[in-house]
């Protein structure tokens, strides 16, 4: 079952822009990370913030977690052609096992 | 390391046949896990193995599909008899500590039953 929901399902912008996804969970987490998917690929991990984090960067990434909302966001800054993906959250809400939304489709026009 | 790697990369094949899907995960990782994607129903967790051993497969749909790893550096996830609606795209992944680092995920494979 998919714990995290990210909103919007799909953004389009241009290259330049940033880019703003969002992630709500509904029980208690020790982690959430967000991961990229290419078209026809795999996933491949971004960035993991814990329950004791409020804020993480990572290059051009930056992630905010507020746990008394259970919600998550992902900001990319001046998107580039290249980030055009799917982008998933997911939690540790059911344990050792990662529950994954159904994901942001992002794409940034050149 | 190559990485987590799943084999085959696509499979066609037609109902009521028996299909083996195949993932060797990143050497040390104590994890295991498969996932199918579907535009329907998103990333589901189908089970996932700590140490070889099963620990969770309640997303498994039916009797019709099964798992196992009979060593660190191998798994089987089969489903016999095949059905349309098994069609998806099956991702393995592994990870060092559960869910509390990063999963690296193999890159798929894709299963389109007839």
């Known amino acids: 079952s998919q714990q995290g929901e990210e909103d919007p399902q799909a953004l389009s912008i241009q290259e330049g822009e940033n880019a703003t996804m969002n992630c709500s969970y509904k029980?208690?987490?020790?982690?959430l990370q967000w991961y990229r998917q290419n078209s026809g690929r795999g996933l491949v991990h971004l960035i993991l913030i814990r329950s004791n984090e409020r804020e993480k960067h990572s290059g051009r990434l930056r992630v905010t977690l507020d746990t008394s909302k259970k919600s998550s966001s992902l900001l990319i800054t001046a998107s580039r052609a290249a980030d055009t993906a799917s982008y998933f959250c997911?939690?540790?809400?059911?344990?050792?096992?990662?529950?994954f939304g159904g994901g942001t489709r992002l794409m940034v026009k050149p | 390391d190559a990485g987590v790697i799943q084999s085959p990369r696509h499979e066609v094949t037609e109902m009521g046949q028996e299909v083996t899907l195949r993932c060797k995960p990143i050497s040390g990782h104590d994890y295991l896990f498969w996932y199918r994607q579907t535009m329907m129903r998103g990333l589901e967790l189908l089970i996932y193995?700590?140490?070889?051993?099963?620990?969770?497969d309640s997303g498994m749909p039916e009797d019709r599909f099964s798992a196992k790893m009979p060593n660190a550096s191998f798994s089987t996830l089969k489903i016999q008899p095949s059905e349309p609606r098994d069609s998806a795209v099956y991702f393995c992944a592994s990870s060092s500590r559960g869910s509390s680092v990063e999963a690296f995920f193999g890159q798929g494979t894709r299963l389109t039953v007839v």
């Open positions: 193995f700590n140490n070889n051993v099963p620990i969770d």
């Open positions: 029980t208690s987490i020790n982690n």
């Open positions: 997911a939690t540790d809400e059911a344990g050792n096992m990662l529950t």
